[in-house]
């Protein structure tokens, strides 16, 4: 199973043991790779590891592949997380709940040190010259206006990063307010906020959305 560094793929069960064994709480995703909602819970895995890595470790394993462990956690559908702390199953959640699971890391894992939301905001606006935060990604975007928004950008060929807003609650409701925008996708250039996919569209009948967008 491919996956980002930050997620260990199980391959054996003595492996597994280990793991959920360690000092550190382990979020154990079990999941298939034939079930698409499996992916959208991997990725808002991999984008927690990104910052709370130094609190908990990340691990996806395939149900159908251990069915002894999985039956033992009564695993009746993928995906299923659950958090263990020195080999002892603490908590679940059965099902696509982003937010629930970002939610329950975060307590499990404390705020990470010294980063408040601000800062972490602010970090992600200035992650790239041009920043789009949007439902789903670049290569596969979850709404019509994000689909909209990444087409005019790819016509201007300025290079861009794209940040999730449907895998991390926090970011998604805390930038509402740091930028005053209460809609999605939004479009940042040099850490300030162009606007959303009208203000693209005004910029490219203008003949003024490459300027824009490079800043």
Request: aromatic share 6%; net charge negative; proline share 3%.
């Amino acid at each position: 199973m491919s996956t980002n560094n930050s997620v260990i793929a199980v391959t054996d069960a003595d492996q597994y043991n280990t793991l959920i064994n360690a000092e550190k709480t382990t979020v154990v995703l079990f999941t298939a790779d034939w079930a698409e909602q499996c992916k959208h819970v991997q990725e808002a895995l991999e984008e927690l590891a990104k910052i709370l890595s130094n609190k908990l470790q990340f691990v996806s394993l395939l149900a159908e592949k251990f069915p002894e462990i999985s039956m033992k956690h009564q695993i009746e559908a993928v995906p299923t997380i659950i958090f263990f702390t020195k080999g002892t199953a603490v908590d679940r959640v059965d099902g696509v709940n982003v937010a629930e699971i970002t939610a329950k890391c975060k307590k499990l894992g404390g705020s990470v040190a010294g980063e408040s939301l601000e800062e972490r905001l602010k970090a992600l606006i200035n992650k790239a010259d041009l920043m789009i935060f949007m439902k789903g990604d670049r290569n596969a975007p979850r709404c019509g206006f994000s689909r909209q928004i990444i087409e005019i950008v790819n016509a201007t060929n300025v290079p861009y990063e794209t940040f999730d807003i449907l895998n991390d609650e926090e970011v998604r409701q805390g930038l509402k307010t740091y930028s005053d925008w209460p809609t999605y996708p939004q479009v940042y250039v040099k850490g300030e906020l162009i606007g959303g996919l009208d203000i693209i569209k005004e910029l490219k009948a203008n003949n003024e959305l490459e300027t824009a967008l490079k800043g």
